[in-house]
Each structure stands twice: as structure tokens, then as C-alpha cells.
């Protein structure tokens, strides 16, 4: 029997430790925003096509417009500042206590990040540490809409789509 080790790259071994860690595919965190109060910056270069919140597996749950309307005003406010309306819905986390960095990302008219019909959200183009990350409200994977906490659809043809972090 041969008791010999076979070696292990260091590269690997660490690769392989970091999977089990909770930073594991992490690329943003929550910090102060010049577009609006908090938002999401890139903790470290995101390549185009990945998607950024991994692990993020909270569901997302509807909830009919009219259950909120005569809500007291602070908690009706979670709905319009964090929601998803569609349809005469809000799409949201099934608790406001599960907030992901997701539900921060402000506004820009010039995204950097997309959204799949899953909710998946991945980067549109590469991605520098240190940026700010953001959607653009005004489409709900490519169809226009007036609302609140919209994602954007890339139209770009020349993009082949987000690509699953491993």
C-alpha cells in the first residue's frame, strides 16, 4: 500500500477552505451612497455576467396592495421603499428583519447591474472595488413601468447573459 501524499497546491487548498467560509463569493457590502443614503459597493472587482449575492436564497413573497394600505405609516413605508410593485403587489422579503444588500441597490439610469426573471441580480459589465452598484428602477426585466425598486434587463445583444459564481 502506498502511503505517499499527493500534493496539493497551495492555491487549492485555500480555494477549497474558503468555499466553507461566510465571505465565500461575497463582492459587496452596505456603505454610505452619494446617490441616496446607503447603498452597495463592490468590496472587490465583480467581472461582468457574475451574479452578486450568492447565497442570498431569501424568497420573495406577494403581497396584495390593498393588505397595506391601511398599515400604520412607518410599516406601509417598508413596502414603498423596498418592494417590488407589480401587478397591485409588493414583492418582498416574507420579514423586513431579512434585508439583504440586494434590497439597497439605488437608482441610476446608467446600471451597472441586471436582473433575471428570477430576481437574480449579476453584473452588466466589469465591475472596480470601491463602486457603487445600481439598478435602474424604470424596468421590471424589460418591460417599463413608474415604480419603486425596479431592476433592469440588459438590452445588450452583444452580452451573452450572467454567469453562476463557483
Given at each position: 500500500?502506498?502511503?505517499?501524499?499527493?500534493?496539493?497546491?497551495?492555491?487549492?487548498?485555500?480555494?477549497?477552505?474558503?468555499?466553507?467560509?461566510p465571505h465565500h463569493n461575497v463582492y459587496v457590502r452596505l456603505a454610505r451612497s452619494k446617490i441616496h443614503g446607503v447603498g452597495v459597493k463592490?468590496?472587490?472587482?465583480?467581472?461582468r455576467g457574475t451574479y452578486i449575492f450568492s447565497g442570498d436564497a431569501v424568497p420573495v413573497v406577494w403581497i396584495s396592495q390593498t393588505s397595506v394600505k391601511n398599515l400604520p405609516r412607518e410599516l406601509a413605508?417598508?413596502?414603498?421603499d423596498f418592494a417590488i410593485l407589480r401587478k397591485g403587489k409588493y414583492g418582498c422579503p416574507p420579514s423586513f428583519n431579512l434585508l439583504t444588500p440586494?434590497?439597497?441597490?439605488?437608482?441610476?439610469?446608467?446600471?451597472?447591474v441586471g436582473c433575471d426573471?428570477?430576481?437574480?441580480?449579476?453584473?452588466l459589465k466589469d465591475i472596480k472595488r470601491g463602486t457603487e452598484l445600481t439598478v435602474d428602477y424604470r424596468f421590471l426585466l424589460g418591460r417599463r413601468a413608474s415604480l419603486?425598486?425596479?431592476?433592469?434587463?440588459?438590452?445588450?445583444?452583444e452580452f451573452a447573459g450572467p454567469q453562476h459564481a463557483v
Open positions: 500500500m502506498d502511503c505517499r501524499h499527493q500534493p496539493v497546491s497551495q492555491t487549492k487548498l485555500k480555494n477549497s477552505i474558503d468555499r466553507h467560509l463592490a468590496i472587490r472587482t465583480i467581472k413605508r417598508l413596502y414603498k440586494a434590497w439597497y441597490l439605488n437608482c441610476s439610469r446608467r446600471p451597472n426573471e428570477n430576481y437574480d441580480f449579476y453584473a419603486r425598486r425596479m431592476v433592469y434587463r440588459s438590452e445588450n445583444a
